[in-house]
């Protein structure tokens, strides 16, 4: 997969990477940032066996990656996986920019719906961008409470 330039907006840049490529060691830096030091999650849990499955985002901020996520496809969606940002770049819509990109993708790649497993304090964000708690109630993924959402996505984005 080429990498190639999903989004731009302000000073920021979205890319895809392959693990093959140089990028995705900017992805893990965010994402070891993020949930091995900031939320203390082991490390063997943070890289799993998905990694070479995924097309891993990462969203720069003058050069340097600020952000990062994956998605793969599961049956006939798409999975939202490790989305995270730098605790100096929150609150300011980058979230919001990097799941833009995701559902993009996702809608090229003619997939119809994508889900996630959201940690509890991040449902609220989730649910403002158009996705629903699909599950019961409350589960344990890497010893911090999740809830599984859900998006179908519109076909004319």
Known sequence: MKRFVLE?????LIKTYTTEEQGY???????REVFVVEQQIDESEEID???DSSIHFV???NN????????????????VERVCILSSHRNKGLGEE?????EQTAHNQSISSLILYAQIQAE???KKLGYHT????????ANIPHVAMKKVLNTSI
């Open 98 to 102: 990097l799941m833009s990109a995701m």
């Open 134 to 141: 699909t599950s019961a109630e409350p589960f344990l993924d």
């Open 8 to 12: 731009r907006v302000s000073e920021s």
């Open 49 to 51: 066996g998905y990694e």
């Open 59 to 61: 969203l720069y901020e």
């Open 25 to 31: 060691q900017d992805a893990l830096h965010v994402r």
């Open 64 to 79: 340097k990656p600020v952000g990062a996520s994956r998605m793969r496809k599961v049956n006939s969606d798409g999975k």
């Open 124 to 126: 609220d964000f989730y």
